[in-house]
């Protein structure tokens, strides 16, 4: 049987290494910026993503902005960002 779901998917199931992907964060101020970035590893339950601008402008270090997520910070989001989501071209 299929997984009909986006929820019943995994990690695995929905990106790969060099995928490019972005997600919106909202500030307490109500300011909100969309980061956008490259996975860089992928494991069952987590995944790694190097963010390389925000919204739309290029950052200066990249090396700083490097961030784990929880599979379900991805699929969900939290009280302050979205879900991440893989852009299409």
Known sequence: M???DKNDKTLLDVF???DRV???CY????LKREYSGIVMKIEKHCI???WDTINGEPLSNIRDI????HES???NGSDYSSPI???NY
């Open 73 to 75: 910070e991805v699929f």
């Open 27 to 30: 500030e307490p101020s109500g």
């Open 85 to 87: 989501e893989k852009k």
């Open 2 to 4: 299929e997984k009909e």
């Open 22 to 24: 972005m997600q919106v």
């Open 48 to 50: 790694a993503i190097q």
């Open 66 to 69: 490097y961030t784990v997520f």
């Open 16 to 18: 790969r290494q060099g």
